[in-house]
């Protein structure tokens, strides 16, 4: 009987160690992988539908930038340069940068988005995406105020496309500028959000970090996305949105309260770009919980309740008309509180004459004016052959609508005409009172004193700055102590550019559902 039983319970122990075995096979997940497949797309605009210049085409993204793939994309930085830096020090990540447009030529000074570009670059990113199949993961470095003709939310339709090809469970992961508009439905489509908490963005590559570390933890098995996402109801214009000051700051600061206090949670706040003409603008909160939902629910409820408690400290603020701007400059320099910096917030076309005019009008000395667009003017340089010592007379700027003022008469020398900035042609105009205006054919913010340190020009010999900026100009001229007076400036009349937003006329919005407009 023994000698049997002995081969029998030999077989059977067998058996047992197999079906083990197999279910041990059947049960891994991703976590056994020795690696992971993770493409990175880039497509991201800040787009001002208000904008004069006509729809945003195929041609002006080829010229903003052209297309980057492979590891000239994964060197993009930013964002992309986070999330690859903390995926390649993982070890077990492989990335695929697909072919992505990298900038629009005008940047986000230009219009709607045509759909016809759109579905270009989108048929193009989603070839790249079925040619790489299977993945674990895709990346988006997206900005969240792009807008497009006949696509009322295109990051998540972006994403919705993308996971139409990839299926249900691979993570869809993206990074975003808190200027984003956004709402729930990014996050039906995608499983995480990370955005920006700083304005000026010093943190963007934490994002991108952030953004790898998170998707990694959802591949691994770690990490199960529970969301939600909250509107408060509030639309605010760009300026009022420095993080440098309150309450925009303790915005920023409860959401990493909140992440400070629960693991695995992550909380983002979109102040929106209200110069975007689309459905889901304004103000938007995104939380991610690692399976519990309800407590992602309660951080969104009290991240949208506080916003709107603050609401009027936020979105209320006066800014000096050019004149008032101007004589204050006067007393400054008088002062000796100099350098002073002027940042002209309202000009998104870069053409806007008021300040300029304002200051040239009271004769003072030791202005930098960075930039005046003029792309006709530039031309005119380009075909007279024109150069360094010749002298300058023409009207400049003031061209692209009643928001701009109207064209300013320079007349100088022309100190300096080449390639500046990515441009093949800017001109620095030399007028009398060692004043110097540059004229750029599109629009340009200047954030650091280096930017107008170049060929003969020194940023050390002016003591007047203007530059086309709301808060990103804080990064080099405030915050490193460089200027001594720092004014923002208004420009009168009603429409687009200033903080005046029901001078606009939305269609896809009711302008009067939303703080300040509407106080429910």
């Not at 297309?67 to 695929?96: M, P, T």
């Not at 995608?190 to 952030?210: C, I, M, N």
Request: hydrophobic letters at 40%; charged letters at 25%; glycine letters at 8%.
């Amino acid at each position: 009987m023994s000698s049997f039983l002995k081969p029998h319970s030999t077989f059977v122990s067998l058996i047992s160690m197999i079906v083990i075995l197999a279910g041990f096979i059947s049960c891994q997940t991703t976590a056994d992988k020795s690696s992971f497949k993770v493409a990175v797309v880039r497509y991201s605009h800040e787009t001002c539908t208000f904008c004069p210049g006509g729809d945003t085409q195929i041609d002006d993204w080829m010229k903003g930038g052209g297309i980057r793939q492979g590891e000239e994309l994964l060197n993009a930085g930013s964002y992309i340069g986070g999330f690859v830096k903390r995926a390649r020090d993982h070890g077990d990540i492989d990335l695929i940068g697909v072919r992505s447009p990298t900038n629009v030529f005008g940047g986000s000074s230009r219009s709607w988005n045509s759909e016809e570009s759109f579905d270009h670059f989108m048929g193009m990113i989603l070839e790249d995406i079925e040619a790489n199949m299977p993945l674990d993961g895709v990346y988006l470095a997206l900005h969240g105020a792009m807008a497009v003709r006949n696509v009322p939310r295109p990051e998540a339709e972006i994403a919705k496309r993308i996971r139409e090809i990839v299926g249900p469970d691979i993570p869809i992961v993206g990074t975003f500028d808190l200027h984003g508009n956004e709402d729930q439905e990014f996050l039906k489509w995608a499983d995480g959000a990370f955005v920006t908490k700083r304005f000026p963005h010093y943190d963007s590559y934490l994002q991108g970090e952030r953004a790898a570390h998170y998707m990694r933890n959802i591949m691994l098995g770690n990490y199960q996305p529970a969301k939600a996402s909250r509107k408060p109801g509030i639309i605010s214009p760009t300026v009022v949105q420095w993080t440098g000051q309150s309450p925009a700051m303790d915005i920023m600061e409860r959401a990493r309260r909140w992440e400070a206090r629960h693991a695995d949670v992550f909380v983002s706040v979109f102040f929106g770009f209200p110069w975007s003409d689309v459905p889901d603008v304004g103000t938007t909160i995104h939380v991610m919980t690692n399976g519990d939902q309800k407590l992602a629910d309660s951080i969104a409820e009290d991240m949208n309740e506080y916003a709107w408690r603050v609401r009027k400290e936020f979105v209320d603020r006066e800014y000096p008309m050019p004149k008032v701007a101007a004589q204050r400059t006067e007393e400054a320099v008088r002062n000796g509180e100099v350098p002073v910096v002027l940042g002209n917030y309202s000009d998104r076309p870069g053409d806007a004459t008021w300040i300029l005019k304002a200051l040239l009008s009271r004769d003072l000395k030791g202005i930098i004016y960075s930039a005046l667009r003029d792309e006709k003017v530039l031309d005119s340089l380009v075909r007279i052959n024109a150069q360094v010592g010749d002298p300058f007379d023409f009207n400049v700027g003031g061209f692209t609508g009643p928001q701009a003022g109207t064209p300013v008469r320079l007349t100088g020398t022309i100190k300096y005409f080449g390639p500046r900035w990515g441009y093949d042609y800017v001109a620095a105009v030399e007028l009398p009172g060692n004043n110097l205006v540059i004229v750029v054919p599109a629009y340009e913010q200047i954030i650091f004193p280096s930017q107008l340190t170049f060929d003969t020009i020194k940023a050390d010999d002016y003591e007047i700055f203007v530059v086309n900026s709301r808060v990103h100009f804080r990064r080099g001229f405030d915050e490193t102590g460089y200027a001594k007076t720092i004014m923002v400036v208004d420009a009168p009349g009603p429409w687009f550019g200033t903080t005046r937003l029901d001078a606009l006329e939305y269609e896809n919005i009711d302008l009067q559902s939303l703080y300040p407009y509407s106080d429910r």
